[in-house]
C-alpha cells in the first residue's frame, strides 16, 4: 500500500505546474548556449576577414577605400574587438 501511494506522487508531482521552473531553466540555458554559438561565430568571421584584408594587394585595398597602414591596423587586432 505505501508503494502505491508514493507512486501516486511522484506522477502527480510530474504534472504539477510547478514543473515550469525547470522548463524556463532549460530554456535560458538554451538561450545562453544560443548566444554563445553566435558569439563564436562572430569571432571566427572576424579573424577570417581580417586575414583577408591583409591578403588584398594596395589597389583593392584604394578600391575598398582603405591603406595598407589601416588594414594593419584593424588586422592586428584582437578576434573579441569590433
Known sequence: MMHRAFIMFVVGSVNSPNTGIFKSKANSSGARLGRLKSRI???????HSRGE????SDAE???????RSEAEIEATK???LP
Open 61 to 67: 585595398l584604394r578600391d575598398v577605400g582603405l591603406s
Open 53 to 56: 584584408l591583409m591578403s588584398l
Open 78 to 80: 584582437v578576434f573579441w
Open 41 to 47: 561565430f562572430e569571432w571566427r568571421r572576424r579573424v
